[in-house]
């Protein structure tokens, strides 16, 4: 039964759409956080925009090997400028942490794709979920999560305080 779905196409539709669904949530997490991660929402744009092309042709009849290898290279570079200019701008650990997590996972990705093309390896199986962490990471990079915390613990304490002053005085 396996090998017919296989032949119609059915189990590669699952992997599809769970790929669109993680690019889709990545989208609208960046949307949401525009403010801050503008620079990073464009270069996610522009890799789907040109991985979704198929790179405007450019990789057309290349090997199935070798298209992999040149395909995550291309996210690479792309990241790689974007994350560049960022990291040099706000010397940020934390998304220099994450967007080196990035870079190297998309290198990972070309050496793992050239030479496992054949294979489907653990990192090509659950690649939208790596890539949905490792945005996720991203963008939590560009706040400052404890100050968050520390803000909103001031708050309730002054609404707790002003509670009990109005109610138990």
């Known amino acids: 039964m396996q090998d017919?779905?296989?032949?119609?196409?059915?189990?590669?539709?699952?992997?599809?759409?769970?790929?669109?669904?993680a690019s889709s949530f990545i989208f609208a997490l960046y949307l949401v956080t525009f403010r801050r991660s503008h620079f990073f929402f464009a270069a996610f744009l522009v890799s789907e925009l040109l991985g979704l092309s198929n790179f405007f042709g450019a990789l057309d009849g290349v090997s199935q090997q070798t298209y992999g290898a040149a395909f995550f290279l291309c996210y690479t570079a792309i990241w790689s400028v974007t994350?560049?200019?960022?990291?040099?701008?706000?010397?940020?650990?934390?998304?220099?942490?994450?967007?080196?997590?990035?870079?190297?996972?998309?290198?990972?990705?070309?050496?793992?794709?050239?030479?496992?093309?054949?294979?489907?390896?653990?990192?090509y199986t659950h690649y939208a979920s790596i890539i949905m962490l490792i945005h996720g990471g991203i963008i939590l990079s560009l706040y400052d999560i404890r100050g968050i915390f520390i803000g909103?613990?001031?708050?309730?304490?002054?609404?707790?305080?002003?509670?009990?002053s109005t109610y138990f005085a």
């Open 4 to 21: 017919l779905l296989q032949w119609v196409g059915l189990l590669n539709l699952n992997a599809a759409v769970e790929a669109r669904s």
């Open 83 to 123: 994350i560049k200019s960022q990291v040099n701008h706000t010397e940020n650990t934390a998304l220099a942490f994450w967007c080196s997590i990035m870079i190297s996972f998309c290198l990972f990705m070309a050496w793992d794709s050239y030479y496992n093309a054949d294979i489907e390896t653990f990192a």
């Open 152 to 164: 909103v613990a001031r708050k309730l304490c002054n609404f707790v305080s002003n509670l009990r």
